[in-house]
């Protein structure tokens, strides 16, 4: 019950931190990925834009919404525990290491599931034609925040400045959509940078993403990748993640 109490203590800080910055939350979130659903969409030919293009670039938008929130903007919020010293606070409370890392990844959840949502519900309002698989969706969402999270825990940890984390994490964030076919399909890419296009997250979530949006459930290639990525992300980063600097 005590190890339950710290994760939830350790969630509604990092909240507290979220509502005191609600703004760049919110872009992170939805404006700057709804914008890109319009942006694609209006460059797809609008109205006339098949709906296979429509579910792909929605798809894409909550891809992108997941990687800004989950790199850049949680790992704002991490960069900013350890050079502040506020970690180092958290280092001297009867609070388990173990706690802490639980916490940061149910924010980053309850982040996935209110910008998901948000970003269905306007999918909806604007005519693309969904189905979704709700369970597979979750578990897709579930996965692709765990293995981004794990990117920007790295970032943060081995960060030395404030400022070399964030641009960092900022530039993560959006990068990991704009090199991946996540707006288009992988053809369109040159053949060099396919290949490479092709290992990063990304790529895989989009394309899981796209199917569930559309009822699917082959994937399984997709989420058994995610789920190796997110182990790897995660183990690596937080144990470069000094609980205490020396």
Not at 47 to 70: D, H, K, M, Y
Not at 116 to 132: D, M, Y
Request: hydrophobic share 55%; net charge positive.
């Amino acid at each position: 019950m005590t190890r339950a109490a710290d994760i939830v203590c350790v969630f509604r800080i990092q909240f507290a931190g979220t509502r005191r910055e609600v703004g760049p939350f919110l872009l992170a979130a939805f404006v700057f990925p709804a914008a890109m659903y319009l942006f694609a969409n209006a460059v797809a030919g609008g109205e006339v834009a098949p709906q296979q293009s429509r579910l792909r670039f929605l798809a894409g938008s909550i891809v992108f919404s997941l990687s800004l929130t989950s790199i850049s903007w949680l790992g704002y919020l991490l960069l900013e525990n350890r050079f502040t010293g506020r970690l180092k606070l958290f280092a001297t409370l009867p609070l388990a290491p173990s706690s802490y890392v639980f916490g940061v990844l149910l924010f980053a959840v309850a982040q996935a599931a209110v910008s998901t949502t948000t970003l269905l519900v306007l999918g909806r309002a604007l005519g693309v034609q969904i189905s979704p698989n709700f369970l597979m969706l979750i578990i897709v969402i579930l996965l692709t925040i765990l293995c981004l999270c794990g990117l920007g825990v790295i970032v943060a940890a081995r960060a030395r400045s404030f400022s070399q984390g964030s641009l960092v994490t900022d530039a993560l964030g959006a990068g990991l959509i704009f090199l991946a076919p996540v707006y288009y399909a992988p053809e369109m890419m040159p053949r060099a940078l396919r290949g490479f296009a092709q290992l990063l997250p990304t790529t895989f979530a989009a394309r899981a993403v796209q199917t569930t949006l559309a009822g699917g459930h082959a994937i399984g290639t997709d989420l058994l990748t995610l789920s190796l990525m997110a182990v790897a992300t995660l183990a690596l980063g937080f144990r470069l993640m000094k609980w205490r600097e020396d």
